[in-house]
């Protein structure tokens, strides 16, 4: 068990947590991530290891709530625990050692870029990091970001910083040269603008990839991206690639795919919360003769491939 020994409100649905986790905290790595189950019945998440402290045996994680279970996750209260955290897991974010990176952040994103942003500064490289929110209250991390050096932050409404999206901001930043290096997360969207507006400049860009994982270990096939077009598992292969090479738009597609399952889900947690549902209501209902997790029929079918293809021992 991991008990949640510190709890801080960010932004409006942005939330931190300081759990105990001795063993993560001791060998984690910037761009590393855990996957969390809440206890009996929960869904595993992937959510990254946002800070550590490897003396009080804790690591960080910020917690955007945008369904059920992250949900679930951010009413956790102090003194309450999560049954499992697995981890860390992924391969550690590629640091440059010298010159110049810019550390760009959208929304939770903000709080994934700060262990790479705290990376490259022990590494002795200069660090710029470009945050963005729709206005002032959504803006997070911001005094953590400044240990690592200048932040520039920006705001949609301009209610705070300079007004504009991170795009802007960061063609400002290249345009007046010397940046070796762009490591950029937040939504696809805003990771796909950074990569094209990076790519004529031949600018070195890395983004963390949010695919939907399962296990986290390589083996369900449920977090498959194309980079470079080449199939990897973002789960063991990344979560950081190539910005350049990825395929965004199938990202954004197969971030897609259970939507309906998701909302449903969100919709029933809610009304049970309210009491306008009977508790043994099943949350879900998959059309006849489907299978309610697509992902697991698309893991069998990558597991008979690499049976017959001599692949595993399984
Ligand atoms: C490597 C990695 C690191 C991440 N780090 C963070 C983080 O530090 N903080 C944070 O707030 N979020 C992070 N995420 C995203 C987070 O895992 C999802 O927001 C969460 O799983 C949503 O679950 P839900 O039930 O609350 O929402 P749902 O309603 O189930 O889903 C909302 C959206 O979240 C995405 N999602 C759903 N299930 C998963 C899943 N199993 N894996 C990945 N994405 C999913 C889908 O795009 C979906 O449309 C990370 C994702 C990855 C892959
Ligand atoms: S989550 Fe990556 S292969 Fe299963």
């Not at 903000?110 to 990091?129: C, N, Q, W, Y």
């Not at 729709?134 to 300079?162: K, M, N, P």
């Not at 040269?177 to 950029?184: K, L, R, S």
């Not at 963390?208 to 390589?218: F, K, V």
Request: aromatic share 4%; charged share 20%; proline share 5%.
């Amino acid at each position: 068990m991991h008990l949640v020994v510190d709890k801080a409100q960010l932004s409006p649905n942005v939330t931190r947590l300081v759990i105990e986790a001795p063993r993560i905290a001791a060998i984690r790595r910037p761009g590393q991530f855990v996957i969390v189950h809440r206890g009996p019945g929960a869904e595993r998440i992937p959510l990254t290891i946002a800070d550590a402290d490897s003396l009080r045996g804790t690591i960080t994680l910020v917690i955007q709530a945008v369904g059920k279970s992250t949900e679930d996750l951010v009413a956790l209260k102090v003194g309450e625990a999560i049954a499992d955290v697995a981890g860390p897991l992924g391969r550690a974010t590629e640091l440059i050692t010298s010159g110049h990176a810019v550390c760009v952040g959208g929304g939770v994103g903000t709080a994934v870029v700060h262990p790479i942003a705290l990376g490259l500064r022990d590494a002795g490289v200069k660090v710029t990091s470009i945050i963005g929110g729709r206005s002032r209250e959504w803006v997070i991390f911001e005094e953590e970001l400044g240990r690592a050096g200048e932040v520039i932050t920006c705001t949609d409404d301009g209610s705070y910083g300079r007004h504009g999206f991170v795009t802007d901001a960061l063609k400002d930043v290249i345009e007046a040269g010397g940046v070796d290096a762009v490591y950029a997360v937040g939504p696809v969207p805003m990771m796909r603008a950074v990569a094209e507006l990076t790519r004529p400049y031949g600018v070195p860009t890395f983004v963390s990839l949010n695919a939907i994982m399962l296990d986290g270990t390589g083996m369900c096939g449920g977090c498959r991206v194309h980079v470079g077009g080449k199939t990897q598992y973002a789960c063991v292969d990344g979560p950081e690639f190539d910005a350049h090479a990825v395929d965004f738009r199938e990202l954004a597609d197969r971030l897609g795919t259970y939507r309906e399952f998701e909302t449903r889900a969100l919709e029933v947690a809610r009304m049970r919360a309210s009491g306008r549902a009977a508790s043994n209501e099943a949350p879900l209902h998959a059309p006849a003769g489907s299978c309610l997790i697509p992902a697991l029929a698309e893991a069998a079918e990558k597991q008979e491939a690499a049976a017959a293809a001599g692949e595993t021992n399984a």
